[in-house]
């Protein structure tokens, strides 16, 4: 071996690997370790109790987590003065120190260059006895910029780490220059919160006290809402307030808690650490200022924070438009000192400005509302001094329901408009508007009581039990809160009000109310003494028009129709309905068994029926027999009208009764089977019924198919007199004229089928009750008459039909005589217009 070869082999690597162990203390290559805090590694963030600023020269910030504290979080400021410190700022610089890493640097500058010796600014963590310490240094900017740092694990090595690993340790970012005059100070570590003890805009405080001008306003939380404490007996505070209060007006506990603890600075600017007493003077934080308002709240915990506000600063000049023209408004900073917590603090907040007035008038703060429940857990109701029981099980989707009459049949489904009126009524906010001292002779004779149960009720077997009546009124399972409106004095009325718990109210109310977003004015006296007809659910038992399989109808009509499903005759107008029995109409009309009815008719009878969905309104909830019978219904009911169904089960009839003329003669008297009620209807219902033609319209009823034969006599006004037109179908079934008026005469068999198609839909405008033509007919004048006779291949009539004069003035209609016409009254009319081309001429055949 050549041991010269190896000797300078070994020494070069020996002088390559002194570079390398160079260049990592003192430029690029691999860091030297993973983490700065080497003495903390592995330690968690929530395991750190201490955290300290020491800047060269003197100078100290000590932040030390309270472990006593119920918040585990809470850290506090020690050193240079003791405050309540921002523990999401201070969470911030301990993860970043944690998780913070050296990085690779080209040129790593030395200890003094990198302004490390000295360093400027020193922090260190603590873990019980563990701690670490980071010397910060130089600090560069760019999307490269650095922090020099040493640490106590590695004095006298410079270190580089990225700056925006320890950003939450400077107050700007766009900043460099030495580490101690860029980092934080007291001022940014301190909480900006005033009122620590209230989270969530007030959630959690459960007292509020102000004091001002020599008055006290103190109010607490209790397990149904707020009560005032000073001024003492007046019993409950409003929680929402007036939505449409005036700005800076308090009229609800709510908003005044959001409008305390949104007060926050915003800055370390916004914290003044040693006023002076002119300071405190200048910010109305004097304690000789009247107007300064003592402010405590005490939360769920019972912690209380106490904190004085002073004057609102002088308002600041309006912020610039913003990208579209818009300007918004300028903040609201008011002067404010924390009880505990050194110096003052200019705070943003809501507007602050009705403090003083609601202590010396808390007034506005009280509670107006008659019911403080959520309209949703109503469940109960007695009105008219329990005359009428409502109930409602299955929660805010279940149905209110009448209770207390069986011969009523109840329970029953009472109107949803009805209950839904009462409970807006009575829940609409702020409708009391005095609090009167307690005199029970205003709830004297006359007075109305009326209960309400909120969440109050479940099924008299709430386990279900098979065997348990389900009809059975549901238990009671709280108290109720009872009203009872007394004396009326003007527009106002008494009202006394006792809480489930025993506590008596007085109040003044008016008499009509403003419910809901319409503004729909409620009578509240009326709403509490409402009778029970008037909850009766107003929708009846109704059916659908095609779903009827009989009609049937007695009393001041007598007619009863079956329908045929089979019939040919089946229109797009409805179905097909046939007289079981031969009857008589009211105008004398004879109808035969088996014969069809006109079918618009008949379901102009059943659609007025099937639409009619509910009731004018309710009478008599269970009349006696001799009441039914002043109502012309009972025995002496005076038209019965029965729909049957093609329905399976017992759903199988709907039965309408209707009775005499109400008081109003546009209505009657009605019940329907089914339910004892008695209500009114429309008269024109009935009268529907009883005024009915049934005759069947549709006279001519024609099969085009089956027609061969089209005989035609007329134009005796166009050809002198009248003319013959035949026209037949050959054996390829194409229409020819065999006879016609004029030589060489050629039929069009489009033309001929179209009028064929049209006399097929051809329908009686009017009967007449003539028996026999007239002159005024014009069906024997032969200028006028126009006869049409159509056959089938046998030779037999289809149609015989024969057309005469106009029937009326401006001759849209026609006078005809057809033997097809009921009653042996052929004489009918029918439109002009399906005939007007062809009584033109006969060319309207041709091609």
């Known amino acids: 071996m050549n041991f010269r070869l ?32 080497e003495e903390l590694a592995g330690a968690k963030a929530d395991q750190i109790d201490t955290v300290e600023f020491d800047r060269e020269g003197g100078g100290k910030l ?3 987590r309270d472990r006593a504290a119920k918040d585990k979080d809470r850290w506090d400021v020690v050193e240079p003065f003791k405050a309540r410190a921002d523990s999401g700022a201070v969470g911030e ?5 944690l998780k913070a890493k050296p990085a690779p640097f080209a040129q790593m500058p030395n200890l003094t260059n990198a302004k490390l010796q000295p360093a400027g600014l020193r922090v260190t963590l603590r873990q019980g006895d563990r701690a670490s310490t980071v010397s910060l240094g130089d600090v560069t900017l760019g999307g490269k ?12 090595r410079p270190m580089a780490v990225p700056r925006a690993a320890l950003e ?7 900043k460099s220059g030495l580490a101690a005059d860029l980092a934080k100070g007291a001022g940014d570590f301190r909480s900006k919160t005033v009122f620590e003890a209230a989270r969530g805009a007030g959630d959690d405080v459960i007292g509020v006290t102000l004091r001002a001008r020599g008055k006290t306003l103190s109010l607490v939380q209790s397990p149904r809402g707020w009560k005032f404490v000073e001024p003492s007996g007046w019993g409950d505070a409003d929680p929402a307030g007036d939505a449409a209060a005036a700005p800076g007006t308090f009229t609800g506990v709510r908003p005044l808690l959001g409008a305390l603890t949104s007060l926050q600075a915003l800055s370390a600017a916004d914290f003044v650490e040693s006023p002076t007493p002119q300071d405190l003077e200048k910010y109305g934080l004097n304690p000789n200022n009247p107007d300064r308002v003592e402010v405590r709240l005490t939360n769920k915990d019972k912690v209380e924070t106490v904190a004085f506000v002073g004057k609102k600063e002088a308002a600041a000049p309006a912020p610039p438009a913003g990208p579209h023209g818009m300007t918004p408004p300028p903040a609201s900073k008011w002067w404010v000192q924390v009880q505990g917590q050194p110096g003052v603090v200019r705070a943003n907040a809501g507007d602050l400005s009705g403090l003083v007035s609601v202590v010396e008038n808390p007034d506005p703060l009280r509670d107006r509302n008659l019911l403080t429940a959520e309209k949703a857990r109503i469940d109960g109701l007695d009105l008219a001094g329990g005359a009428v029981k409502l109930r409602k099980l299955g929660g805010a989707l279940g149905a209110w329901k009448l209770y207390g009459n069986p011969a009523a049949g109840d329970p029953q489904v009472a109107s949803l408009t009805e209950v839904e009126r009462v409970v807006n009524a009575l829940t609409e906010r702020r409708t009391v508007r005095s609090f009167p001292a307690g005199n029970e002779a205003n709830f004297g004779p006359g007075a109305v009581t009326v209960k309400v149960w909120a969440d109050g009720f479940e099924a008299a077997d709430p386990k279900g039990d098979a065997k348990a009546d389900p009809r059975a009124e549901p238990k009671e399972k709280g108290k109720p809160t009872t009203l009872v409106f007394g004396k009326v004095e003007g527009e106002l009325v008494n009202v006394k009000r006792t809480l489930p718990e025993g506590q008596t109210d007085f109040f003044l109310l008016p008499v009509k109310v403003k419910v809901g977003a319409g503004g729909e004015v409620v009578d509240v006296l009326r709403a509490a003494n409402e009778p029970r007809v008037d909850f009766l659910d107003k929708s009846l038992k109704s059916f659908a028009s095609t779903a009827a399989a009989k009609l049937t109808v007695q009393g001041a009509a007598n007619f009863d129709l079956d329908r045929d499903d089979k019939a040919d005759e089946a229109s797009a107008k409805g179905p097909v309905f046939r007289f079981a029995a031969d009857a008589r109409g009211a105008a004398g009309q004879q109808y035969k068994k088996g014969e069809q009815a006109d079918v618009q008719v008949v379901q102009d009878l059943l659609d007025i029926l099937a639409t009619t969905q509910s009731v004018t309104r309710f009478v008599d909830e269970a009349p006696a027999p001799e009441k039914l019978a002043e109502y012309g219904l009972g025995t002496a009911t005076k038209l019965r009208v029965t729909v049957g169904l093609k329905a399976e089960g017992d759903d199988k009839e709907r039965v309408y009764e209707f009775g005499k003329e109400t008081a109003d003669p546009n209505f009657v008297y009605v019940q329907q089977r089914g339910r004892p009620a008695v209500f009114t209807l429309p008269k024109f219902i009935p009268d529907k019924f009883t005024s009915a033609d049934l ?17 035609i006599v007329g134009w005796g006004d166009k050809l002198g007199a009248p003319s013959d037109l035949v026209l037949e179908k050959n054996k390829e079934g194409t229409w020819v004229a065999v006879k016609a008026p004029t030589p060489g005469y050629v039929a069009d068999p489009a033309k001929v089928n179209a009028f064929v198609a049209a006399l097929g839909t051809l329908q009686v405008r009017s009967y007449t009750g003539d028996a026999a033509m007239d002159p005024r007919h014009g069906l024997g004048d032969p200028k006028q008459v126009f006869v049409v006779t159509l056959a089938n291949a046998a030779g037999g009539h289809h149609l015989h039909l024969r057309l005469g004069g106009p029937a009326d003035p401006n001759g849209t209609t026609l006078y005809a005589f057809t033997g097809r016409v009921p009653d042996g009254k052929p004489i009918v009319t029918v439109d002009a217009a399906p005939f007007k081309a062809y009584k033109d001429g006969p060319a309207a055949f041709s091609r």
Request: a positive charge; aromatic letters at 8%; zero cysteines.
């Open 6 to 37: 190896t000797a300078v082999l070994f020494g070069s690597i020996f002088v390559v690997g002194l570079a390398l162990l160079i260049v990592s203390f003192t430029g690029g290559g691999k860091p030297p370790t993973d983490t700065i805090l």
């Open 62 to 64: 000590k932040l030390v």
């Open 93 to 97: 610089v301990v993860s970043a120190l």
């Open 145 to 156: 910029g650095v922090v020099f740092v040493t640490t106590s694990a590695r004095p006298s």
């Open 168 to 174: 939450p340790l400077f107050r700007e970012a766009n």
């Open 695 to 711: 005759r069947n319209r549709a006279i001519f009823k024609v099969n085009p198919a089956e027609v061969a034969r089209v005989e």
